[in-house]
T-cell receptor, first 117, second 111 residues
Framework: GAVVSQHPSWVICKSGTSVKIECRSLDFQATTMFWYRQFPKQSLMLMATSNEGSKATYEQGVEKDKFLINHASLTLSTLTVTSAHPEDSSFYIC?????????????FGSGTRLTVV | DAKTTQPTSMDCAEGRAANLPCNHS???????VYWYRQIHSQGPQYIIHGLKNNETNEMASLIITEDRKSSTLILPHATLRDTAVYYCIVNPGAGSYQLTFGKGTKLSVIP
């Protein structure tokens, strides 16, 4: 089945530094990837949609200059949290759609737990 | 995406069938019903999806009513490892549509 590999699984960084999260599709090409954020005891909230070779589309309220998304190849998308602050501490999850047929499914990475201290 | 309504939580005895309901009364004709689950601190896991016919795979069965306004996910023999939050999502399933997650149902499998 389709596998999305997300790294790192967890990261602790100091306030003001930047953190990069990678999401790779291992056995398929992902034209589109999605980035979600999940705060404790809450559901997943879509942050942005990243399309290979073009600029990402951000959801309302998500700062594009703070959450930099790069999707330079069909198998890799990255999310960089710039100048991180404690309020950015969250669980970040990427997702990609795999086209087995018209309906297909969406496969998710294992998530990255970011803690900003 | 059409909105879905799910119970906040459910309990199920280990070894018994778990039946998780979902209402999606405003679903459009071209929208699929997807089910995902999320075990604590992991990414969501795909379970099953369907358009109008009932579906079964190695994990679960999906029963969709004839009017498509509701569906039920069935885990035939629940185990402790099935304890998770289960999300019912409707989505066109084509193009670049993102999945929109609601609050889901917290299923607790009891020994």
């Amino acid at each position: 089945g389709a596998v999305v590999s997300q790294h790192p699984s967890w990261v602790i960084c100091k306030s003001g530094t930047s953190v990069k999260i990678e999401c790779r599709s291992l056995d398929f090409q992902a034209t589109t990837m999605f980035w979600y954020r999940q705060f404790p005891k809450q559901s997943l909230m879509l942050m942005a949609t990243s399309n290979e070779g073009s600029k990402a589309t951000y959801e309302q309220g998500v700062e594009k200059d703070k959450f930099l998304i790069n999707h330079a190849s069909l198998t890799l998308s990255t999310l960089t949290v710039t100048s991180a602050h404690p309020e950015d501490s969250s669980f970040y999850i990427c997702s990609a759609r795999w086209f087995r047929d018209r309906s297909g499914g969406y496969t998710f990475g294992s998530g990255t737990r970011l803690t900003v201290v | 995406d059409a909105k879905t309504t799910q119970p906040t939580s459910m309990d199920c005895a280990e070894g018994r069938a778990a039946n998780l309901p979902c209402n999606h009364s405003t679903i459009s004709g071209n929208e699929y019903v997807y089910w995902y689950r999320q075990i604590h601190s992991q990414g969501p896991q795909y379970i099953i999806h369907g358009l109008k016919n009932n579906e079964t795979n190695e994990m679960a069965s999906l029963i969709i009513t004839e009017d498509r306004k509701s569906s039920t996910l069935i885990l035939p023999h629940a185990t402790l490892r099935d304890t998770a939050v289960y999300y019912c999502i409707v989505n066109p399933g084509a193009g670049s549509y993102q999945l929109t997650f609601g609050k889901g149902t917290k299923l607790s499998v009891i020994p």
